[in-house]
C-alpha cells in the first residue's frame, strides 16, 4: 500500500505565500505523475498542477505564473510553491500520485487566503 501524507498549507493574507508539499511512501516501484487538485466548498475538485516522471509540468490556467510545482524523485515528493495568492485559491489541496499506475490520493490540507 501507498501513503501520501501533505504538510504546509494554512492561512496567509491575499498576496502572501504558501508552499504545500507530499510525501509518497510504501511499497512503490515507480511514481508515474504527482499532482496537486483542489476543492473549494461547493466546487468539484479541480487540477492545479501537474508534473511527470520526466519532469513535463502542467498548470491550471488561473494558477500559471503564480504557482510552481517541483517533485524530489530520491524522496518520492512534491511541493507547490504559491506566491500571489488570491482569496479565490482558498480551497483544500490535495496530493495525487499515480504510482505503478495505480492512482492514490492525500487526505488534503486547508489553504486560506483572506482578503
Known amino acids: 500500500q501507498v501513503q501520501l501524507v501533505e504538510s504546509g498549507g494554512g492561512l496567509v493574507q491575499a498576496g502572501g505565500s504558501l508552499r504545500v508539499s507530499c510525501a509518497a511512501s510504501g511499497r512503490i516501484f515507480s511514481i508515474n505523475l504527482m499532482a496537486w487538485y483542489r476543492q473549494a466548498p461547493g466546487n468539484q475538485r479541480e487540477m492545479v498542477a501537474t508534473?511527470?516522471?520526466?519532469?513535463?509540468?502542467n498548470y491550471a490556467d488561473s494558477v500559471k505564473g503564480r504557482f510552481t510545482i517541483s517533485k524530489d524523485n530520491t524522496r518520492n515528493t512534491v511541493s507547490l510553491q504559491m506566491n500571489s495568492l488570491k482569496p479565490e485559491d482558498t480551497a483544500v489541496y490535495y496530493c495525487y500520485a499515480a504510482v505503478d499506475l495505480h492512482p492514490y490520493w492525500g487526505q488534503g490540507t486547508q489553504v486560506t487566503v483572506s482578503s
Open positions: 508534473v511527470t516522471s520526466g519532469g513535463s509540468t
